[in-house]
């Protein structure tokens, strides 16, 4: 059952983090937390890709969807969402977003929460014109970080409040401070293969990458 709270006098909120989580880490683990806090009475979906259009995964969806949820589960107000595990084919978020429509309606809100590098590539997405019908956009940067913003999301409306994004369904643009944390899957792979032990990922991550033989072999 979704924890599915109010915030006062506002809609109903469903905040989306996605990403190959290949593994997941600290930094992932900060933003879920940071994700949290701005939006204490939201619902904060973490959702693993099952192909993602650009790279591929390293191991399989049933690992990466394991060690998020052992990442996840103890976050209160974090849930960890498979809803593109059972699509065929590429995980394109316009498709997740309109089946979350589906389930939700017109008038929730939905945002999507992207980091910087994700926001300069949009403009590469599989129709990504369609992003501010259907979401806002909660960006997430590091405290001083300039993040320019695509052209073709230049109708959404930038807003200085989180809670701004519960007051209609989609097309407002919110930047989000998060914590520095200076880490990346392909690092933390890398790290793995060279059988460094201090890993920037949670204990109990390391302890189901070691236990599960994951990431032995450099790429």
């Known amino acids: 059952m979704d924890r599915l709270r109010r915030w006062s006098g506002a809609r109903l909120v469903q905040v989306l983090f996605g990403g190959t989580f290949d593994p997941v880490h600290n930094g992932h683990v900060a933003m879920a937390m940071s994700l949290r806090d701005a939006f204490p009475d939201a619902t904060i979906r973490v959702i693993p890709n099952r192909q993602p259009p650009h790279r591929s995964s390293r191991v399989s969806s049933a690992h990466r969807l394991a060690m998020l949820k052992l990442a996840m ?16 084919g590429p995980s394109y978020t316009v498709d997740t977003l309109c089946s979350l429509r589906a389930i939700y309606g017109e008038q929730e809100p939905i945002v999507l929460a992207l980091g910087a ?14 992003l501010p019908s259907l ?13 320019e913003i695509p052209g073709l999301l230049s109708q959404m409306v930038e807003v200085n409040r989180a809670i701004d994004l519960s007051e209609v369904p989609s097309g407002r643009l919110y930047r989000l401070d998060t914590p520095e944390i200076p880490v990346s899957s392909t690092a933390v792979r890398e790290l793995i293969a060279c059988g460094t032990s201090q890993l920037p990922i949670p204990p109990t991550i390391a302890d189901y990458i070691g236990g599960n033989h994951l990431y032995q072999d450099t790429e």
Do not use: F, M, N
Not at 73 to 88: A, F
Not at 135 to 147: F, P, Q, S, T
């Open 73 to 88: 589960d103890e976050i209160s107000g974090v849930t960890v969402d498979p809803i593109e595990l059972g699509r065929d």
């Open 117 to 130: 590098d994700a926001v300069r590539s949009l403009e590469s997405w599989y129709q990504p014109d369609k």
């Open 135 to 147: 979401c806002h956009l909660c960006v997430l940067k590091r405290a001083g970080e300039r993040i």
